[in-house]
């Protein structure tokens, strides 16, 4: 019996972008059973255009960003029985054997597998900055580049990642106060610490439709945008969840957090967009971080 498979994807005024990722899940080589549109109340005719569509499943809610978005669709397709679930961003398009390629891959039937996360690139093939999956200490990464199997990884990002049933009965679903950046980090780390796997396959690829490439996208944002506030505490958390995964100490932890706002603040004083209530603004969003990590 073929295993039961739904995709997820979150939207939020994004309509050119979501009509290419929809149509790159339709054409894909391996059908997925159902598609799930999670529609976070765009304002830019995005569910005008969904209502047209006679083969998705649409479910218009409050945008609570990417967090809330995939823990309403996963939520859905778990609750339906489905054996997988393909988590999507509107602006990341899948090649058509993506789906496939995750289902050929040794991966895919290994041992306690919790999630499968694309190789997701950039317009110009460079990997995209953003979606890079956090890897291993140890040497399972050095035997899979050796064997070519696929590499272990121990996070993924909604970019697009297959995730397995049996890993949401386990761990639950995405924490919706991460809201967006890190609430995929969070959700896939959450499987490693409960001794699921996670695999990159290099086979499936992505492309990501993103602006620009940047690999520190903190340097440029507003701290009026949503993005600054949630992407500056929610990776505090991920820095001391990793440190705790890999069995570093607590004192590197604190260590590579606070590493990590000394660098926000010196490149964001050395841009155009900083504001001089930064200097107190970025340590009091740090604080927030590591009691946000106490209180999990």
């Known amino acids: 019996m073929s295993e039961k498979i739904a ?29 799930i549109i999670i529609n976070n109340s765009s304002s830019d005719g995005t569910l005008d255009w969904l209502l047209e569509q006679k083969d998705l499943t649409i479910i218009t809610q409050e ?20 054996d997988w679930i393909w988590c999507l961003d509107t602006d990341v398009v899948p090649n058509i ?11 895919f039937s290994a041992h306690s597998i919790g999630f499968l996360s694309s190789v997701i690139s950039y317009l110009d093939n460079q990997l995209a900055y953003i979606n890079l ?20 990884i121990i996070s993924a990002s909604f970019g697009s990642v297959l995730i397995s049933s049996d890993a949401v009965k ?9 809201f967006i950046w890190g609430d995929d980090a969070e959700y896939t780390m959450r499987m490693i610490e409960s001794h699921f796997k996670g695999y990159l396959v290099k086979e499936s690829k992505a492309i990501h439709f993103a602006p620009t490439n940047e690999p520190d996208p903190f340097i440029h944002l507003l701290p009026t945008e949503p993005k600054y506030y949630y992407g500056i505490r ?17 004192t590197r932890g ?39 990590f106490l209180k999990k």
Do not use: M
């Open 97 to 107: 054997n993506a789906l496939q390629s995750f289902i050929e891959s040794k991966a």
């Open 133 to 152: 999956p956090y890897l291993p200490n140890d040497s399972t990464l050095i035997k899979s580049f050796l064997s070519n199997d696929e590499l272990p």
């Open 234 to 250: 929610n990776t505090i958390y991920i820095i001391l969840l990793r440190n705790r995964i890999l069995r570093y100490s607590k």
């Open 63 to 82: 945008n609570s960003g990417s967090a809330g978005g995939q823990y309403t669709g996963i939520k859905t397709a778990y609750e339906k029985g489905y």
């Open 7 to 35: 995709a997820v994807i979150v939207t939020f005024n994004r309509l050119a972008l979501l009509r290419e990722c929809v149509a790159a899940i339709k054409n894909q080589t391996r059908h997925v059973d159902e598609l």
């Open 254 to 292: 604190w260590l590579s957090s606070l590493y990590f706002l000394l660098q926000i603040l010196t490149k964001r004083i050395a841009c155009k967009s900083f504001q001089i209530d930064e200097l107190l603004r970025i340590p009091i969003i740090g604080i927030k971080g590591y009691y946000f």
């Open 170 to 178: 386990s761990v639950g679903l995405p924490d919706v106060r991460f």
